[in-house]
């Protein structure tokens, strides 16, 4: 039932494809800007700066940074997408179709492949609501999944069916957020699924709706691809389009 071969070595298959501050630092390489002043001017500014001639005149050269008014892309939501799958297969074609189109919308997209992450199951010891302070017990990849979780306004959860519900992994990582009870941001969320055959979700979609209840979080949408739908131009499309509506 499992398609699209062994999965890849793990070394081949980033954890994080993008994270939020790197888009931050690369929105402010953006707005650098290149400014000439005439020789008369620059020696106030800076003796240090770096020069050029033309028609005889000396120009002194000076990077700067433009402040963030107006100008620059602006950002409409950072998206984090959860993928509980181990593989780059099929989950993950839909995973980057949401990806692609809500890029193309201008949101902030961070991958994060909690399929191949070591994240425990919640031991229940109640640290994070007592001297924890939100903190976890547990030093696992959740730490990782977590600064992205509190800063996220949407986040989706993507997930084979891995008999009769998203991956373990991923479902440790959904769990794993009762250490701070709600992501503080989240305002939607949508849900990706695989599977092989036509409709295994109901356990799946019943746990995400009761989570988003829960929350307060409204669901955006819920994708499914069973059999020949995977990897599909169809439903690709069909996810692309609905990312780049948001
Ligand atoms: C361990 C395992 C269990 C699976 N259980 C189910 C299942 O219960 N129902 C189903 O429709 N498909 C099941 N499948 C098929 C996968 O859901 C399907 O091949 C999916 O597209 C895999 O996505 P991936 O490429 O992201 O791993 C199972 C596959 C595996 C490997």
């Not at 036509?198 to 669901?219: F, H, Q, R, S, W």
Request: proline share 6%; net charge neutral; aromatic share 10%.
């Amino acid at each position: 039932m499992l398609a699209g071969g062994p999965p890849q070595s793990v070394a081949a298959y980033p954890e994080n494809d993008r994270d939020f501050h790197a888009v931050k630092k690369d929105k402010w390489a953006e707005r650098k800007a290149c400014f000439i002043v005439p020789k008369c001017l620059y020696f106030p500014l800076s003796p240090n700066a770096d020069f050029c001639h033309f028609a005889g005149i000396r120009f002194a050269m000076y990077v700067l940074f433009v402040p963030p008014f107006g100008g620059g892309k602006e950002i409409l939501m950072k998206i984090a997408i959860l993928n509980g799958s181990p593989r780059i297969e099929n989950t993950a074609a839909m995973v980057n179709a949401f990806s692609e189109g809500a890029k193309e919308a201008g949101h902030e997209v961070e991958i994060l492949h909690v399929g191949r992450m070591k994240i425990g199951g919640c031991l229940g010891c109640e640290y994070c609501h007592g001297k924890g302070g939100g903190q976890c017990v547990q030093k696992d990849d959740m730490e990782k999944v977590m600064p992205s979780y509190k800063e996220a306004d949407m986040i989706v959860y993507a997930s084979p069916i891995y008999y009769f519900d998203v991956t373990a992994q991923l479902s440790a990582a959904m769990q794993r957020v009762y250490a701070i009870g709600k992501p503080a941001k989240a305002k939607k969320a949508a849900l990706l699924l695989s599977s092989g055959s036509p409709n295994p979700y109901n356990g799946a979609i019943a746990t995400y709706k009761d989570m988003l209840a829960y929350m307060g979080v409204e669901n955006a949408g819920i994708f499914t691809a069973a059999g020949d739908e995977n990897g599909s131009e169809a439903k690709l499309a069909e996810i692309r389009n609905f990312a780049k509506g948001l």
